[in-house]
């Protein structure tokens, strides 16, 4: 495979919507979803009343890459190998004795399966987006309520969990103001949601002059899509796309075929029959790749067109859409701003006075580096006997350098950049920085003084 990657050469730009077109205020969104959680299971489930206060340090917990061991209420932070770097039981801490008691130093026992990104089964559940991070908390603080009460050795809490998040993110939930999130998010969008830099804006109309192709495949239902699409792109937001796909419920849409998950029309955000075939562009739901790559190869009138996609979830984006369609995948990891301190620039309409809070709320948000888990791209490993402590990858960097193309912190981040830029990618031959623009972690780098990193 080239070194290189560059979007002139790709036919088709595919996006993804929630934290990659559309960026959250990450502080103000993570105590949402925290509360709408924790409201269900203490009003529906009768869970301690205590879940739904929250110390404002405590979202320091939450960090991506975290797998929930469900039966043992234990969280652990994996090496690439799949051996236990750093664990806590609910919200407490483990000791490296404890470590080594429950896990020992060998591959953790369902690291083979998580290896190949199946993140939800009644053994574990992986932690890999901000949609699903808040209830990582949640749940910590849920195994100390009921060792607290009931003193109990394994878990049976996870269906009230899953109940919790449907309840929330259901289908009907928009239009039935059902729950706490979608009503909230509807009365005060600007508090939840950043508006789309003008940079990006044009960014995308470059792309769509430049012939290609542009693509949104979302997994939330269409009447969420477009108040998000209005509220960060505005009322115009369609001519910016040729095909937009809702409920896609990925990764499903890259590994199902198409009599598993037929496209269906839209009217008035109802889903209609399913299609037997994709025949034009437009706004869809459901749907799988395949019909959509023929759909593709008939619009671009090649028999192979290049595509690639942008997302931020590595199990429900970047994985399967590399894994199962082998389309180029640009992982945007937010977690590469922890290095700057600082916040990306706001749309240039946007007045001084917001900008300085929205400086301001991007130094709290809680998730760049969490004290309690520290790197999200490494870690050390303690020496056995006295043996020095090494430096490993965590799983969740393994896992972006084997299935990214490229990963970066922000679509903003690019957008100035001419479409033949020419990208360094993620190789088996390159080393482990080389995919990450504009500049790799600052964990990875050997020391700074030593690297320069042009």
Known sequence: ??????????????????????????????RLIYDSFAQYLVTEKGYDEDLLTLAPDSLDFCCKGLVLDIEEGNFLKLAEDGTVL????????????????????REWKHFNTVSGMVSRTAKYYLYDNYFDLPGALLCARV??????????????????????????????????????YFPEVKKHPDKYLQRCPESVKKWLKQLKNAGKILLLITS??????????????????????????????????????????????????????????????????????????????????????????????????IFPARYYSNWETVFILEELLADKGTAPAKAESEPLEKKGKFEEDQLKVPYFVSKLWGSFFMDRLPGLENAEETLVHTWACKCISTYSTIAIPSLEEIADLPLDYRFTRFSSNSSATAGYYPRPPRALLPSEDSVTVK
């Not at 750093?86 to 020992?104: C, Q, V």
């Open 143 to 180: 195994v100390d309520s009921l060792d607290q009460h009931d003193g109990q050795k394994k878990y049976d809490f996870w269906k009230d969990m899953v109940a919790a998040i449907q309840h929330n993110y259901k289908i009907s939930a928009f239009k039935e103001d059902c729950g706490m």
């Open 1 to 30: 495979m080239q070194q290189y990657f560059s979007l002139a050469d790709c036919d088709v730009v595919g996006f993804d919507l929630d934290h990659t077109l559309c960026r959250y205020h990450l502080p103000q969104s993570a």
């Open 220 to 317: 939330s239902h269409s009447d969420y899509c477009r108040l998000l699409c209005e509220h960060v792109l505005g009322n115009d937001f369609e001519e910016y796309f040729d095909i937009l796909i809702t409920n896609a419920l990925k990764p499903g849409f890259f590994s199902h075929t198409p009599n598993q998950r037929p496209f269906r029309t839209l009217e008035n955000d109802e889903e209609q029959e399913a299609l037997l075939s994709l025949d034009k562009p437009g706004w869809y739901s459901q749907g799988n790749a395949i019909q959509l790559y023929d759909l593709l190869k008939k619009m671009t009138g090649k028999l192979d067109p290049k595509v690639v996609y942008f997302g931020d979830s590595m199990h429900s984006d």
């Open 86 to 105: 750093r664990a806590s039981h609910g919200t407490k801490s483990m000791t490296l004795e404890e470590i080594l008691e429950n896990y020992g130093r």
